[in-house]
């Protein structure tokens, strides 16, 4: 169906057409790849949807619509079969380019190059089938310099580059094939198939090995032929290109024909109709059909021959295809003509010649108007075979075939002698002989052609079979190799056994030992607990023996102080010789309240549990003063605020001011635990 929703987007998008983003232009690309694909499969469809988008875009003169679609419609044309509107519209669209391809964006500008080299590869194939055959080459050539020229601008384009050039290589090939300049047209087939194999385009390389073998089939290199096509018949297969398959194995087969090898020929043959049926590809089957019917003649089946004769008749009769009608009733006249069934084979014979008349094919009437006169004789129509040979003669003038010729002065040689004249006869017996000379030599080429092919034949089986020998040496020298590691993994294997067996009492002993080592080791975690625990509780003995002892000096102070105050009081109502005994008694109460000495008694006890603390705390912080250093004393051993402050005769907020200047000095912050710090020291 035309994709008609798109169609009047495109006429509404239209008159925008210079601002017209880079997303329409793919779908108009897009469009275009729509309609080659109809091409190929509704040519009505495609016509309609390239002739609507050229509507469309001549609306609002836009090019690259306009461009595209000519170019469709061209290619319609051409595949229609109307070779001169196909011409005239390829030839506008290239001048609509010439002028207008300027206009088109940037981004599309290698799209209308392509358009252009593809035109021109057209206008090839035009003149190729119009017999134009040097246009044709120069035209193909042209479509190579246009393929350069925006390859120059895009290199990332280069696949399909080569791609074109592969395909623009394969018909200038075919054409110089036809032109009959065979020397000429192999290095161009050998391009194609270079450029083919580079690009990975095996379509195109199967397609030129093919003509390539069917060219050297041509100049009588039936090996090269061969060697070729059965190239092209490796890839078929591989690839799975199932017609392609049939059809070189059928010229595979035609060429073991010309060599005489039926055999061979008739085994090529018979699977190339079996995949042509199950292809259901009748035209292949028709074809195939008769070349099998021709080597089931040759190697003497003659039911087997008419069998695939009739068959394949009933296949062109299906498909109305005349020419091959008249083809298979001269062969199948002919077949009867052998077997001398006169009668049948010449109803055969003058269905034939009434195609032939009708649709002027010289060499198929030449050859049924032979098989006529050899039906007469048999039959003993003597003076009408001799009119029918006179017939065969007039038109033999007109063909090269000299096995064609050589037939006509065969079936003269004996229509002439049947008749008596034998001057006459003699004239075309020797000219019968001469031909048969010249056959004899093309035979003797194609008998050494096949000689050299059966050579090497046996050369590649020599090879083949050399390379056998060194694989079965290779597999023996494998299995040798194989048995020497069998017996190096036994040998291993016992050593690994006894290596297991010494690993496994070494881990069975040293299982005991870690037992007996676990054991002992938790006796000495408990011993050890143990002795952390006394010495833990000895810690916190000497810390609670040195807080009683400054709690008690603290006391004893203090006791000391009321004393005093007790003392002083008596000593002022006192007279003078009682006052001395008093200040006596003062003096001695103030000794024993000596602060220095309850401290010096405190320091050693303290550096005796904690030996080394107030060297580290200076070392530290060389500027701590001596009642910095008590205070860091009294924390460290867990004395509270007030207990520091009962012994150091301070007030309990002047205690805390003391700690929070040690505690800057020691750097710590404000959320800092200055015993967790001094316990670390």
Do not use: C
């Not at 350069?148 to 280069?158: H, R």
């Not at 002989?433 to 010249?438: A, G, N, Q, R, Y």
């Amino acid at each position: 169906m035309v994709n008609y929703i798109f169609l009047i987007v495109l006429f509404l998008l239209l008159p925008l057409s210079n601002v017209l983003s880079q997303d329409l232009y793919q779908e108009v690309d897009s469009l275009n790849k729509k309609i080659e694909r109809l091409l190929k499969t509704d040519k009505e469809d495609a016509f309609l949807l390239a002739d609507s988008l050229l509507r469309a875009s001549a609306k609002s003169e836009w090019w690259f619509g306009i461009i595209n679609a000519k170019h469709s419609l061209g290619h319609f044309h051409r595949l229609s079969g109307d070779y001169d509107l196909a011409r005239s519209t390829i030839r506008e669209n290239q001048n609509l380019i010439e002028l207008h391809a300027s206009e088109v964006p940037e981004y599309y500008q290698t799209t209308i190059q392509t358009i252009l080299g593809v035109s021109y590869y057209h206008l090839a194939i035009l003149d190729y089938y119009q017999g134009h055959y040097d246009m044709s080459v120069a035209n193909t050539l042209k479509a190579d310099s246009t393929y350069d020229l925006y390859l120059s601008n895009e290199p990332e384009k280069l696949t399909i580059y080569k791609n074109n050039l592969s395909t623009s290589a394969m018909l200038r090939g075919a054409v110089l094939y036809t032109q009959g300049k065979l020397d000429a047209a192999i290095p161009v087939f050998e391009q194609a198939i270079l450029i083919s194999h580079e690009t990975g385009s095996e379509y195109n390389r199967v397609v030129s090995l093919i003509n390539l073998g069917l060219l050297y089939k041509d100049k009588g290199d039936l090996k090269k032929s061969i060697e070729h096509q059965q190239e092209a018949l490796n890839i078929s297969q591989e690839l799975n290109y199932s017609t392609l398959e049939a059809n070189i194995q059928s010229s595979i087969g035609q060429v073991f024909y010309v060599m005489r090898d039926y055999e061979r020929a008739l085994g090529y043959g018979l699977r190339a109709y079996r995949n042509h049926q199950q292809a259901d590809v009748k035209p292949g089957m028709a074809e195939v059909a008769a070349n099998i019917g021709d080597n089931y003649k040759k190697l003497g089946h003659i039911d087997s021959a008419r069998w695939y004769y009739d068959h394949s008749l009933a296949l062109h009769r299906d498909m109305d295809q005349l020419d091959n009608q008249a083809y298979l009733l001269e062969r199948i006249g002919g077949l009867l003509v052998e077997t001398h069934q006169y009668d049948e084979a010449l109803a055969f014979i003058d269905e034939g010649l009434d195609i032939v008349s009708d649709q002027s094919i010289p060499e198929e009437e030449l050859l049924l108007t032979v098989a006529k006169a050899e039906t007469q004789l048999g039959l003993g129509w003597d003076a009408q075979a001799l009119i029918t040979a006179n017939k065969a003669l007039q038109l033999a003038e007109n063909t090269e075939n000299i096995g064609f010729k050589k037939d006509v002065f065969g079936v003269a040689y004996s229509a002439y002698k049947a008749n008596g004249l034998f001057e006459k006869a003699l004239e075309f017996a020797d000219n019968f002989s001469m031909l048969k000379d010249s056959l004899y030599t093309e035979e003797k080429a194609i008998d050494v052609a096949r000689v050299e092919y059966r050579l090497a034949l046996e050369e590649e089986k020599k090879l083949l079979e050399a390379e056998q020998n060194r694989q079965m040496l290779l597999v023996e020298q494998e299995r040798e190799r194989e048995r020497l590691i069998l017996y190096a993994a036994l040998v291993g294997a016992v050593l690994l056994l006894i290596i297991a067996v010494i690993l496994l009492r070494s881990y069975t002993i040293k299982k005991k030992s870690n037992a007996l080592l676990a054991e002992t080791n938790a006796t000495l975690k408990k011993v050890s607990a143990k002795e952390a625990a006394a010495l833990k509780e000895a810690l916190l003995s000497k810390e609670r023996e040195l807080a009683t002892l400054a709690m008690a000096s603290h006391e004893k102070n203090k006791l000391l102080d009321s004393l005093e105050k007790t003392v002083t009081t008596f000593a002022s109502r006192m007279d003078m010789d009682m006052k001395s005994s008093f200040q006596q008694m003062q003096k001695t109460i103030n000794e024993g309240k000596n602060l220095d000495k309850s401290w010096d008694s405190f320091l050693h006890r303290f550096e005796d549990v904690y030996p080394g603390f107030f060297d580290g705390m200076k070392q530290n912080n060389p500027d701590l003063t001596v009642n910095e250093l008590k205070l860091a004393a009294y924390i460290k051993i867990g004395m509270s605020n007030q207990e520091i402050a009962n012994v150091s005769f301070l007030a309990l907020g002047t205690v805390k001011s003391n700690i929070n200047r040690l505690k800057k000095k020691l750097s710590l912050g404000p959320k800092d635990k200055i015993r967790d710090y001094l316990l670390a020291i």
